[in-house]
């Protein structure tokens, strides 16, 4: 008998025995083409010499100190990676153990540089329906996951959702993109007028929407309208990169695609590539300047903060994806897969939609194609293909709620930097068998 609390109380997972590029093995000897990197973590693939080097060196020389006490070397070098490659004026990096962490700080710290500039009545978060930014009460309270939310909503803060940027659901007829993208990101204007402009403080978003909506970016214009908003109001811009960042989407930082700056980016996931817990929040030297000159001291913390190993492997991570040209295999792999899927699944009547950017890739499943029906939700569609997937050796990351919190089924593809043309096929064929197999059980 386990002692481990499992993520689901009834379900009898395998034992995961080793790890090798693009795939991973159970005790059994079964193999696994990872193809969403676990939630999009594996940006490297499993088993990397020079990752695991940096790792062993490190531990050798000091595996902890109290950052209480000292700064580390692993942490300066990663901090200095970072801020040469970032957009805009970021500059500072806060380094914790993980994306929900990473949320959490952007939320402590936007509060306290209000504080620090006199302006304490800024206190509330806008952020959107039909996202996700951790699981510790801010992130959860400032996501607009339904599913997450409603257990804990009594424990929560007050936070008010605008309207996704959702064009394969809300593009109405005969409305152009760029008049779609001003329309749903004038809802923040709305939103911060109702709630008081002297009263707002933030508005966070991701760049690209991750496991609630299943990789949908922004249509073209649509941040930059919010951008405009934001300096408009004097509110901060929060951008949460903890999925779709250090090179998912084909850029280190997502919202370079966008051509915007952000006040505060979060990162994880790809930062350690699972290789070590690792998570990041940077801010911009304005913010920073604040709390060095006035306050001296951010009132938050954890532990485990610029932890030296963690920081040596994601220094290392971040060093692979900017030397082997990984991020120019991102936009190739990505459009390759894209293809693939398109190609295998565009007449498919229960396929509503393939979307994404580099190799963060949505589809979204439907009961017709044609009204863009979905499936009832009492059929659980997919957790159906997780199973299906799992067990014809093909990881992925489906979601139920993909529209409002209950409606709506998509599959996250993510898979690692690395994957190969012969790999890219494997992972359609597996999908395809994956579906017809759902199909089948629903009769």
Same mark, same amino acid.
């Given at each position: ?216 970016? +922004?249509?073209? #214009?649509? *941040?930059?309208?919010?951008?405009? $908003?934001? /300096?408009?109001? %004097?509110?901060? !811009? ?101 293809? +693939?899927?398109? #190609?295998? *699944?565009?007449?498919?009547?229960? $396929?509503? /939609?393939?979307? %994404?950017?580099? !190799? ?84």
């Amino acid at each position: 008998m386990s002692h481990v609390f499992p993520r689901f109380a009834n379900q009898n997972s395998p034992t995961v025995a080793r790890g090798q590029g693009c795939y991973l093995y159970d005790t059994n000897g079964k193999e696994y083409l990872d193809g969403s990197g676990g939630a999009a973590v594996s940006c490297l693939g499993h088993g990397d010499a020079e990752v695991n080097a940096a790792i062993e060196a490190q531990l050798k020389a000091v595996a902890f100190a109290h950052t209480g006490f000292f700064t580390n070397q692993p942490a300066e070098q990663l901090a200095d990676l970072l801020v040469e490659h970032a957009p805009g004026n970021l500059d500072r990096v806060y380094f914790v153990s993980g994306g929900s962490e990473a949320v959490e700080a952007s939320i402590k710290l936007a509060r306290q540089y209000f504080l620090e500039i006199g302006q304490p009545n800024r206190r509330k978060v806008i952020a959107r329906l039909q996202s996700y930014h951790g699981n510790t009460l801010g992130a959860l309270a400032a996501g607009g996951n339904l599913l997450r939310r409603e257990p804990f909503a009594p424990l929560m803060i007050d936070t008010s959702h605008i309207s996704p940027c959702y064009p394969y659901r809300g593009l109405k007829e005969g409305e152009s993109e760029l008049e779609y993208g001003h329309r749903v990101a004038d809802e923040l204007e709305t939103e911060i007028l109702r709630l008081g402009a002297d009263q707002v403080m933030a508005f966070m978003a991701e760049p690209v929407v991750g496991a609630t909506m299943g990789a949908v970016p +922004a249509v073209e #214009g649509y *941040f930059k309208r919010i951008r405009e $908003i934001c /300096d408009r109001y %004097g509110i901060l !811009l929060i951008l949460d990169e903890v999925m779709c960042g250090m090179g998912r989407t084909g850029h280190l930082f997502s919202h370079e695609k966008d051509d915007i700056n952000a006040d505060i980016v979060t990162i994880a996931k790809g930062l350690g590539a699972g290789y070590q817990p690792i998570g990041a929040m940077i801010c911009t030297e304005q913010i920073y300047s604040a709390v060095e000159q006035g306050s001296g001291f951010f009132q938050h913390g954890h532990t485990y903060v610029g932890h030296p190993v963690a920081c040596a492997a994601g220094r290392a991570v971040v060093q692979a994806i900017l030397n082997r040209g990984l991020l120019n295999n991102v936009n190739e792999q990505g459009k390759k897969l894209q293809r +693939a899927l398109h #190609g295998k *699944f565009d007449e498919h009547p229960h $396929i509503g /939609d393939i979307r %994404g950017r580099g !190799l963060f890739v949505g589809v979204e499943l439907v009961r017709d194609k044609e009204d863009k029906s979905t499936f009832d939700s009492s059929l659980s569609v997919h957790k159906r293909f997780k199973k299906m997937a799992f067990e014809a050796g093909l990881i992925c990351y489906p979601m139920g709620g993909t529209i409002d919190g209950r409606q709506g089924d998509h599959v996250l593809l993510a898979p690692p930097f690395i994957i190969s043309d012969d790999q890219i096929d494997e992972l359609v064929d597996k999908f395809s068998i994956s579906m017809q197999s759902v199909m089948a059980s629903l009769g």
